[in-house]
């Protein structure tokens, strides 16, 4: 039987050289590529063609979320892995709603890695049991368009609904119906309250100083 041909994709050096090396002491499966940014797993995706991906979320530039919808454009069939620290609901779905088949944290054992490549590949989704309930939670919330995450986006950035409109080509009225509706799917009634529960559920992150503008 021929071996699972994997893609493995993460910004840090010494966790891609220890994924490789958990897997080469594994039959069945080969590593046929690597890469450390969005834009490169993309690329080592279209010259390769692998038969699964790992990916990791947090890269820089190009992140694992859009390397993933991008791969998928490509190639609808695509077997993709989400493989990360981060086990924050919003991820997780955010993950699998852009094609991912599975979920793993970085601390999963590496025999259970293994086998989710294996159930993957055979086209099965793999979510752990911890996030499956997380999932769920989060299907019964009313999901977040991708215009009000672009406007919370801009918002923990500290700026006001006139430079908002102004980056999204928008009216000011238009961000502040954003805004309502954001508040509403949240339950919550001001803009600090908003930006709380965006960054607890992981829809957004603090910028860092590279990232002011």
């Given at each position: 039987m021929s071996n699972i041909r994997l893609?493995?994709?993460?910004?840090?050096?010494?966790?891609?050289?220890?994924?490789?090396?958990?897997?080469?002491?594994?039959?069945?499966?080969?590593?046929?590529?690597?890469?450390?940014?969005?834009?490169?797993?993309?690329?080592?995706?279209?010259?390769?063609?692998?038969?699964?991906?790992?990916?990791?979320?947090?890269?820089?530039?190009?992140?694992?979320?859009?390397?993933?919808?991008?791969?998928?454009?490509?190639?609808?069939?695509?077997?993709?892995?989400?493989?990360?620290?981060?086990?924050?609901?919003?991820?997780?779905?955010?993950?699998?709603?852009?094609?991912?088949?599975?979920?793993?944290?970085?601390?999963?054992?590496?025999?259970?890695?293994i086998r989710v490549i294996h159930e993957v590949h055979a086209g099965r989704r793999a979510v752990p049991t911890s996030l499956d309930a997380k999932l769920a939670a989060r299907s019964g919330r009313h999901a977040l368009t991708t215009r009000e995450v672009d406007v919370l986006g801009l918002l923990v950035k500290g700026m006001r609904n006139k430079e908002i409109g102004a980056i999204l080509k928008i009216s000011e009225e238009t961000v502040r119906v954003h805004l309502k509706s954001i508040f509403i799917k949240f339950g919550v009634h001001d803009r600090t309250a908003a930006l709380a529960e965006a960054l607890r559920r992981g829809i957004v992150d603090i910028p860092s100083d590279s990232d002011a503008l």
């Amino acid at each position: 039987m021929s071996n699972i041909r994997l893609l493995c994709v993460d910004d840090h050096q010494l966790i891609r050289t220890g994924i490789i090396r958990v897997i080469e002491l594994h039959k069945g499966v080969a590593v046929v590529a690597e890469g450390s940014t969005g834009e490169e797993a993309v690329e080592q995706f279209i010259r390769h063609r692998p038969d699964v991906t790992l990916m990791d979320l947090q890269m820089p530039k190009m992140s694992g979320l859009h390397a993933i919808t991008r791969i998928r454009q490509i190639s609808p069939d695509a077997r993709i892995i989400v493989l990360t620290m981060y086990e924050r609901d919003e991820d997780v779905f955010r993950a699998l709603d852009a094609g991912a088949m599975g979920y793993l944290l970085k601390d999963t054992v590496p025999e259970h890695l293994i086998r989710v490549i294996h159930e993957v590949h055979a086209g099965r989704r793999a979510v752990p049991t911890s996030l499956d309930a997380k999932l769920a939670a989060r299907s019964g919330r009313h999901a977040l368009t991708t215009r009000e995450v672009d406007v919370l986006g801009l918002l923990v950035k500290g700026m006001r609904n006139k430079e908002i409109g102004a980056i999204l080509k928008i009216s000011e009225e238009t961000v502040r119906v954003h805004l309502k509706s954001i508040f509403i799917k949240f339950g919550v009634h001001d803009r600090t309250a908003a930006l709380a529960e965006a960054l607890r559920r992981g829809i957004v992150d603090i910028p860092s100083d590279s990232d002011a503008l």
